[in-house]
T-cell receptor, first 117, second 116 residues
């Protein structure tokens, strides 16, 4: 079955430090992959997406992610974290058809990022 | 910008009540979704609709139903609310393309529902 794993529930980094959030997926074909961010009390906002082509994708707010097929990973990175990046981050894969032929998204359980001043 | 609006940010109801959560999107999207979000469990799909009057069960449909009478509006109904339905509920929409699931979802700000 398709699945998404975010192994880190919480991550704490100092402001200005680099960041990497891990995401591993299980899917038989080439997946469509997404990273979302959720600030407190808000809905989810799309950071970036991967469909095909260049395996390093750029997103908003200075984030990037790299698709590695051999490792079934889609890790999110940022070279220098800002205090405003404190939020919860979700990795998701667009996959799995319903019997009607339509689709759904599968989300990881999220990684909560804390940024120290 | 796509706007997905959930009618309430916070809602408090009593056990056994029938509860309606409303969601409206303004971008003519075909697909609409209802999720619940709980700590440590991420987002779990309750129901999904890909057209007016069409719906699909998600992973946790028990105790819920949905209604989509108009394309822009998708309602989640708790038929008889129970305390274990206390949660954050998120609505999302996405457009229908040839392959559908390559389009990202757009989310509302959520409704935090407490059942007492």
């Amino acid at each position: 079955a398709q699945s998404v794993t975010q192994p880190d529930i919480h991550i704490t980094v100092s402001e200005g430090a680099s960041l990497e959030l891990r995401c591993n997926y299980s899917y038989g074909a080439t997946p469509y992959l997404f990273w979302y961010v959720q600030s407190p009390g808000q809905g989810l906002q799309l950071l970036l997406k991967y469909f095909s082509g260049d395996t390093l994708v750029q997103g908003i707010k200075g984030f990037e992610a790299e698709f590695k097929r051999s490792q079934s990973s889609f890790n999110l990175r940022k070279p220098s974290v800002h205090w405003s990046d404190a939020a919860e981050y979700f990795c998701a894969v667009g996959a799995e058809l319903f019997t009607s032929g339509t689709y759904k998204y599968i989300f990881g359980t999220g990684t909560r990022l804390k940024v120290l001043a | 910008d796509v706007k997905v609006t959930q009618s309430s940010r916070y809602l408090v109801k009593r056990t056994g009540e029938k509860v309606f959560l409303e969601c409206v999107q303004d971008m003519d999207h075909e697909n609409m979704f209802w999720y619940r979000q709980d700590p440590g469990l991420g987002l779990r799909l309750i129901y999904f609709s890909y057209d007016v009057k069409m719906k699909e069960k998600g992973d946790i449909p028990e105790g819920y139903s949905v209604s989509r009478e108009k394309k822009e509006r998708f309602s989640l109904i708790l038929e008889s609310a129970s305390t274990n339905q206390t949660s954050m509920y998120l609505c999302a929409s996405s457009p229908l393309r040839d392959r559908g699931w390559d389009q990202p979802q757009h989310f509302g700000d959520g409704t935090r529902l407490s059942i007492l």
